[in-house]
């Protein structure tokens, strides 16, 4: 008698985060991926709600421990980890003892003796979250590293597409402006093509990084052949306080020939998507009327950066099996 052959699926459906930390894209899966963007889902909903909160952390304690400037991404942190119910709390670098010389290996392990169990880190350091994973205990999410990756951010912008088209694969996504010093464009580009994307790159020469190509992307200078016919027009915001030496002739001159104009987008889909993870400058990377205008979708980014830090945090923390342990 012959055995039954059932077929099996080779990708099956992820339902859990099996990872103590959060510290790029680069790590994760589709699978995984999906699994956030599913989750970020029906944290959304929390938010519609008159009482916007759950207990899905209620006794997690979570240190948001920023060392550069942010408005959105720790403001959406901070306001996920309440909607979540966990205790947070804020380290104010400027007022610190890093202030007097303490070093990161030192915060971390004053931190870790008070055993929190997330640090939300925002370093200017590539790697400073990796090398926080190595030697702590509690989990670690990257709010931004240096010019490695910010992967919440990457996260958000999958979220916000996904929404408004239905899906990532076989979208053509062009990516324009600061790309030698974004994290954002490297964790974008990491999760865009992993999850089917055409992504295009675009920039002066000088600001394309060398061997970007090997990722799965069409870099140009070409802004036009960029838009053409693009369903997603992301723009990433020129880095002045990173940069060294002159880069392009002046601000004036890159948003005469790179900056997102009405005129330009005309040769995008119908329905282009506009976005940028902020902080914009306005008559540089991009027009007012094209920030402000009806194909723009900027601020839909940070209404879902909430929900999407919101299920990166639940996820970490065990997600369903943390609440049933409780």
């Known amino acids: 008698m012959s055995a039954q052959v059932t077929q099996v699926d080779e990708t099956p459906a992820v339902t859990a985060l099996r990872r103590k930390d959060l510290l790029g894209i680069a790590d ?10 599913d989750t970020a889902e029906a944290m959304k909903e929390v938010g519609s709600r008159p009482i ?31 909607r979540l ?48 994973s190595r030697v702590c205990k509690s989990a670690i999410i990257n709010a931004g590293d240096g010019m490695h990756e910010h992967p919440t951010q990457a996260l958000l912008d999958a979220f916000t597409i ?12 062009a990516i324009i402006g600061d790309l030698l010093h974004s994290r954002v464009l490297r964790s974008n580009i990491y999760l865009l093509t992993k999850m089917g994307a055409n992504v295009w790159v675009c920039g002066p020469p000088t600001l394309i990084p060398t061997e970007v190509a090997r990722f799965g992307v069409h870099p ?56 940028h993870p902020g902080p914009m400058n306005r008559g540089v990377e991009i027009a007012s009327e094209v920030a402000d205008g009806p194909y723009s979708v900027i601020l839909d980014q940070v209404a879902n950066g909430v929900a999407v830090r919101m299920a990166v945090l639940y996820l970490l923390a065990g997600g369903a099996e943390h609440e049933e342990a409780a």
């Open 85 to 132: 119910s966990a205790d947070t709390l804020n380290i104010a670098v400027a007022s610190s003892s890093v202030t007097k010389g303490e070093t990161l290996a030192d915060t971390a392990a004053n931190l870790e003796a008070m055993n929190p169990d997330m640090i939300v880190l925002r370093h200017s350091s590539s790697g400073a979250c990796h090398f926080l």
């Open 52 to 82: 916007k909160k759950v207990p899905a952390l209620r006794g997690k304690t979570v240190i948001n421990l920023f060392y550069e400037a942010s408005t959105r991404t720790r403001t959406s942190f901070e306001i996920a980890e309440k």
């Open 162 to 173: 996904r929404e408004r088209k239905g899906q990532l694969a076989g979208l053509k996504v």
């Open 220 to 275: 140009t200078s070409d802004v036009d052949a960029a838009v053409r016919d693009a369903d997603v027009v992301m723009l990433l915001r020129i880095q002045l306080e990173r940069m060294e030496g002159a880069y392009f002739p002046s601000l004036r001159e890159y948003f005469n020939v790179f900056g997102m104009t009405e005129a330009r987008l005309k040769g995008a889909k119908p329905d282009v998507m506009i976005m």
């Open 28 to 37: 994760l899966s589709p699978q995984e991926i999906s699994l956030i963007l």
